[in-house]
């Protein structure tokens, strides 16, 4: 079988193309990097700041107020090394329902290992207590739309995780996502993409992980807390984007 070849002189063209369209690539991004270069004004050298940074650190003193739903107690707890907002909540004959914030530090605050922190401390609390063991399972996604306050239009798409979780007295359905002002997602990556697209216009996606432990029958179906979780999860992410996250600019 004869072997096919490009002719000596369309090879020549394709190397010449390829040079010539890196030497321009190279050009533009010379173009953008030497005049910040002679000023020392790097655009990548300091992040832009979070404009509503002192809101979000109010959280973890004050918790957050959620319609409908009564705060009978709320303090810090130092979980992982960071300092996160635990309250107990309640609505009318409704078991009480305990709820977890961590908002973002500093604007290089990132999500990390926030669940494997939330785990990590529910386990060592059970060893302590009850001398039994925190146990995890029925994962499952659970997705919700909220909004913020009437005077705005911003809507937000929400997926969080829910699973069922359990130790040798009670049984909880555990609603876990990071939240931002117009999203919310259980995975790190999520935000930080989003913040990676905001930043090329110079703004930042500012977030809160949320972290709710509702009551259910002995290891029960987790399917019993669907409507529960939902409607309580439309209210936080409608709470934080018309109070922590209002001033944040609209930029994913």
Same mark, same amino acid.
């Given at each position: 079988?004869?072997?096919?070849?490009?002719p000596q002189?369309?090879?020549?063209?394709?190397?010449?193309s390829?040079?010539?369209?890196?030497?321009?690539?190279?050009?533009?991004?010379?173009?953008?990097a030497?005049?910040?270069?002679?000023?020392?004004?790097?655009?990548?050298?300091k992040?832009?700041?979070?404009?509503?940074l002192?809101?979000?650190?109010?959280?973890?003193?004050q918790?957050?107020?959620?319609p409908?739903?009564?705060?009978l107690?709320q303090?810090?707890?130092n979980?992982?090394?960071?300092?996160?907002?635990?309250?107990?909540?309640?609505?009318?004959?409704?078991?009480?329902?305990?709820?977890?914030?961590?908002?973002?530090?500093?604007?290089?605050?990132?999500?990390?290992v926030?669940?494997?922190?939330?785990?990590?401390?529910?386990?060592?609390?059970?060893?302590?207590?009850?001398?039994?063991?925190?146990?995890t399972? $029925?994962?499952? @996604? !659970?997705?919700?739309? +909220?909004e913020? %306050?009437? #005077?705005?239009?911003? &809507?937000?798409q929400v997926?969080?995780?829910?699973?069922?979780?359990?130790?040798?007295?009670?049984?909880?359905?555990?609603?876990?996502?990071y939240a931002?002002?117009?999203?919310?997602?259980?995975l790190?990556?999520?935000w930080?993409?989003?913040?990676?697209?905001?930043?090329?216009?110079?703004?930042?996606?500012?977030?809160?992980?949320v972290?709710?432990?509702?009551?259910?029958?002995?290891?029960?179906?987790?399917e019993?807390?669907l409507?529960?979780?939902? $409607?309580?999860? @439309? !209210?936080?992410q409608? +709470?934080?984007? %018309?109070? #922590?996250f209002?001033r &944040?600019p609209?930029?994913?």
């Open positions: 079988m004869k072997s096919f070849s490009l002189s369309m090879s020549k063209w394709s190397i010449l390829r040079i010539a369209v890196i030497g321009f690539l190279l050009v533009l991004v010379g173009l953008g030497v005049p910040g270069y002679w000023t020392g004004n790097w655009s990548w050298a992040l832009p700041s979070v404009t509503n002192k809101q979000l650190k109010a959280i973890r003193n918790g957050l107020e959620i409908g739903w009564e705060t107690e303090a810090t707890l979980i992982g090394g960071n300092k996160w907002s635990f309250q107990t909540i309640k609505q009318d004959k409704q078991k009480p329902v305990r709820l977890l914030l961590l908002p973002q530090n500093g604007p290089k605050s990132q999500p990390q926030e669940w494997a922190d939330i785990n990590g401390f529910f386990q060592t609390h059970a060893e302590r207590q009850i001398n039994g063991k925190w146990k399972d $029925s994962y499952t @996604k !659970l997705k919700f739309n +909220a913020g %306050s009437e #005077s705005t239009t911003s &809507a937000a997926k969080a995780r829910l699973f069922r979780a359990w130790n040798g007295q009670q049984t909880f359905a555990m609603v876990q996502w931002w002002p117009k999203g919310g997602n259980p790190p990556s999520r930080f993409w989003t913040d990676q697209l905001a930043q090329l216009h110079r703004t930042r996606v500012p977030w809160v992980a972290c709710l432990q509702i009551p259910i029958e002995p290891l029960g179906k987790i019993e807390s409507p529960l979780a939902k $409607s309580l999860g @439309k !209210l936080i409608s +709470a934080l984007m %018309s109070g #922590s209002a &944040a609209s930029n994913e």
